[in-house]
């Protein structure tokens, strides 16, 4: 990745940076954001790699747990990968060598000697010589009636990861954007039908995948119809909703795809980098953003799979690419 001149505005915000720096405390050659999948085996390859680490992170594991039941159907928590997270898990609360810091990481600067601070919400700071972001991603939710009772019980925020338990069965997908088109394709693929709700009719004008959609038999779309409420007994058995002229209508369904998508937590980044459409941060295939010493990995990136083995894999990659940056930089 080419390096990018440091624009006016970071010089500024370095400078005042390198003035806050008085109250900085401890210096580390890296320190990673987040103790989800991707910091997590991250911080286990730093630790391996000897270099001294700090990780920021309020807690360990992530998202991680999803169990998951529909009618008729075992309950499983099959998430690939997780047991590795918890293994990293175990390995880096035990670590000697580590400096886990239980806090949430405030604000991340660039400082003029290349170096990056990480201001803490107790209001301390630390330094180090490169940073690992990764901080993940939360779901949109829709905040209607049902949606919390019924989530892992036919709701679903991924369909991903959820889709396949829905073999000929009725699904309903929610949303409004490219991704919950693609979401929707791809569930037409197993369901035996498919509703897709989009309250802003202008999505299927607009969105490259909406003439694949009007091709697929078994996918009714409901524009300009919002989802009022999820209802159901042990499980989801329908929804109910609201056209724009009041008209109401219930749907029976086996499940619920909630895709607004993924927010990323990229707070700490904002004002150092430019962000993707989607609010993701941009990176190369090594795990570099635009800055030298400062990688991100998992959820928060725009690799755009959302899986707890993708975001291992990234916050190894990312591990590596930092540790040959570091031996690389005098
Ligand atoms: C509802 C849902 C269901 C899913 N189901 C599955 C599934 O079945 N299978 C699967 O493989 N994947 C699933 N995923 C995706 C999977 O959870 C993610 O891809 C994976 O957890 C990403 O790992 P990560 O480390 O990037 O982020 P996260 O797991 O989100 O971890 C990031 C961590 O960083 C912390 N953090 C955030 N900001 C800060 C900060 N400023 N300072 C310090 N710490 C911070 C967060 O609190 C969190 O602990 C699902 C995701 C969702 C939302």
């Known amino acids: 990745m080419s390096e990018t001149p440091i624009s006016p505005h970071e010089l500024a915000a370095n400078e005042s940076a390198a003035n806050e720096s008085s109250s900085s405390g401890d210096t580390y050659e890296i320190a990673i954001v987040g103790g989800g999948p991707a910091g997590l085996v991250a911080t286990r390859y730093c630790l391996h790699a000897h270099l001294s680490t700090a990780l920021v992170a309020p807690e360990l594991g992530g998202k991680v747990g999803y169990p998951f039941v529909i009618r008729g159907m075992e309950p499983v928590d099959s998430v690939w990968g997780a047991q590795v997270v918890h293994e990293c898990e175990t390995a880096v609360a035990r670590s000697p060598e580590l400096k886990h810091i239980r806090e949430q990481a405030a604000h991340l600067a660039h400082l003029p000697d290349g170096r990056f601070q990480v201001h803490l919400a107790g209001g301390s700071s630390i330094r180090a010589r490169a940073v690992i972001v990764a901080t993940g991603?939360?779901?949109?939710?829709?905040?209607?009636?049902?949606?919390?009772?019924?989530?892992?019980?036919?709701?679903?925020?991924?369909?991903?990861?959820?889709?396949?338990?829905?073999?000929?069965?009725?699904?309903?997908?929610?949303?409004?954007?490219?991704?919950?088109?693609?979401?929707?394709?791809?569930?037409?693929?197993?369901?035996?039908?498919?509703?897709?709700?989009?309250?802003?009719?202008?999505?299927?004008?607009?969105?490259?995948?909406?003439?694949?959609?009007?091709?697929?038999?078994?996918?009714?779309?409901?524009?300009?119809?919002?989802?009022?409420?999820?209802?159901?007994?042990?499980?989801?058995?329908?929804?109910?909703?609201?056209?724009?002229?009041?008209?109401?209508?219930?749907?029976?369904?086996?499940?619920?795809?909630?895709?607004?998508?993924?927010?990323?937590?990229?707070?700490?980044?904002?004002?150092?980098?430019?962000?993707?459409?989607?609010?993701?941060?941009?990176?190369?295939?090594?795990?570099?953003?635009?800055?030298?010493?400062?990688?991100?990995?998992?959820?928060?990136?725009?690799?755009?799979?959302?899986?707890?083995?993708?975001?291992?894999?990234?916050?190894?990659?990312?591990?590596?690419?930092?540790?040959?940056?570091?031996?690389?930089?005098?």
């Not at 609010?279 to 953003?289: S, V």
């Not at 928060?300 to 031996?327: C, D, H, M, P, R």
Request: net charge negative; proline share 4%.
């Open 137 to 330: 991603a939360s779901a949109q939710r829709l905040y209607v009636a049902g949606e919390k009772e019924y989530w892992g019980r036919g709701v679903s925020f991924s369909a991903v990861s959820h889709a396949h338990f829905f073999k000929d069965r009725a699904v309903a997908v929610v949303g409004g954007s490219q991704r919950t088109l693609v979401a929707t394709l791809e569930l037409a693929d197993i369901a035996r039908h498919v509703y897709l709700i989009l309250a802003r009719p202008q999505a299927m004008q607009e969105l490259p995948a909406a003439p694949l959609l009007r091709r697929q038999r078994n996918v009714t779309p409901f524009v300009g119809w919002e989802v009022q409420q999820i209802y159901g007994d042990d499980f989801v058995s329908g929804i109910g909703l609201v056209g724009s002229n009041g008209e109401t209508r219930q749907l029976a369904v086996d499940g619920v795809f909630i895709q607004f998508g993924l927010l990323p937590n990229n707070e700490l980044v904002r004002d150092l980098l430019e962000l993707d459409e989607e609010g993701h941060i941009p990176i190369d295939h090594r795990c570099q953003t635009r800055i030298p010493g400062l990688f991100a990995a998992g959820d928060v990136t725009n690799i755009q799979s959302e899986q707890v083995l993708v975001a291992v894999g990234e916050g190894a990659k990312a591990a590596l690419s930092a540790w040959q940056y570091l031996v690389t930089q005098h």
